[in-house]
């Protein structure tokens, strides 16, 4: 069996690069990242209902103000995120809104490209900005998982970086041992993997092996089916309710582990602000970002408002983007990883500090 059959039939992946990376994290901290695929609509998630624009660019999907849980005055949650409530009013949640890629694509390829490799407009780069936050020492523990069917790319280049859609995959003995055999370097981090009874939903095993003490200290998921093109209504209640549950069960799993752990919501982009005839919304700019955890500065939510009038719009249509989504990263690995040399994770980029930590 060769290696591309074995991850095909198997469902495990792993990226064996010994690439040289820049920074060591600390120990014990860990930094959970959600990829919702796709692009979510930020405006229904968190919503601006203090801007008169937004309920005249919404007549049929806009969120009526009666079932919109206040934040702060101006912005609310979705009632679908309602178990995340508790997070904001102890402020252990933040928000950032109007967050998003520099670069102005529409196309989901290339914004997800963009944003895991943490080089907007770069089609060239050809590691993820996870993996050049890692250090480049090799280890048994299985420092980066990620629980998808194949790697994803802000993975790329991270030396024995792991992904499996079922972690308890791992503890197949026929698998094990063609494994061991192709990935030397990396058995001892999959057979860690193995020894943790870790199933579930990918955010439930991700908490398995934080509970575990296994060393993992950057984890990935992600979700599908953000793109609502029409009849968005239903759906997005639906994605949310999930990730909102999703979410709350993985920090009350963890309990006062959570104080390590950081948990940081993405998506590629936004989408436009006016609603289109099919009672959806198509490809945007803007979106929104959440931070769960660790010292977030919670209860808040962070990034500069841009306004919705047409006037503020990016190119007349959608939310402009006003905070870089690598300042959002990079406040949270250097404050809570404590990983240093941002040139090197963000080339040709000097983030800006935001505030959520």
Do not use: C
Not at 159 to 185: C, H, T
């Amino acid at each position: 069996m060769n290696r591309r059959t074995f991850v095909k039939t198997t469902g495990l992946a792993l990226f064996g690069a010994a690439l040289p990376l820049y920074a060591k994290v600390k120990r014990g901290k860990v930094l959970v990242v959600f990829f919702q695929r796709g692009a979510v609509d930020g405006l229904n998630m968190i919503v601006p209902y203090g801007e008169r624009a937004y309920a005249a660019s919404r007549p049929t999907i806009g969120i009526d103000r009666k079932e919109i849980q206040d934040l702060d005055g101006f912005f609310g949650a979705h009632p679908s995120l309602q178990s995340l409530m508790p997070f904001w009013k102890d402020r252990s949640l933040a928000v950032v809104q109007a967050v998003g890629s520099p670069d102005a694509t529409r196309s989901h390829f290339d914004a997800q490209d963009f944003m895991e490799t943490g080089t907007p407009g770069v089609k060239s780069t050809k590691d993820g900005f996870l993996a050049r936050a890692i250090s480049d020492a090799r280890s048994t523990a299985p420092r980066a998982v990620a629980v998808t069917a194949t790697l994803p790319r802000i993975f790329a280049g991270a030396p024995d970086a792991i992904a499996a859609s079922d972690l308890a995959k791992f503890r197949n003995d026929g698998a094990s041992k063609v494994f061991a055999a192709m990935y030397p370097d990396a058995f001892a981090a999959a057979k860690i993997l193995g020894s943790v009874h870790a199933s579930g939903t990918p955010l439930q095993q991700v908490a398995a092996l934080i509970k575990a003490g296994v060393g993992v200290e950057i984890a990935f998921v992600e979700t599908n089916g953000w793109d609502t093109h029409a009849g968005q209504a239903a759906p997005l209640a639906n994605n949310l309710k999930r990730l909102s549950e999703d979410i709350a069960a993985f920090a009350q799993s963890l309990g006062s582990k959570m104080a390590d752990v950081v948990l940081v919501t993405m998506s590629e982009f936004g989408r436009t602000v006016h609603e289109n005839g099919n009672r959806g919304t198509d490809h945007g700019h803007g979106s929104v970002m959440l931070v769960l955890g660790g010292n977030t500065r919670g209860g808040k939510v962070h990034g500069k408002w841009p306004g919705l009038e047409r006037e503020q719009l990016f190119e007349g249509r959608d939310l402009a983007v006003t905070t870089d989504f690598r300042d959002v990263f990079a406040e949270v690995l250097s404050k809570h990883l404590g990983v240093g040399e941002m040139g090197k994770v963000f080339p040709a980029y000097a983030p800006k500090p935001i505030g959520v930590m």
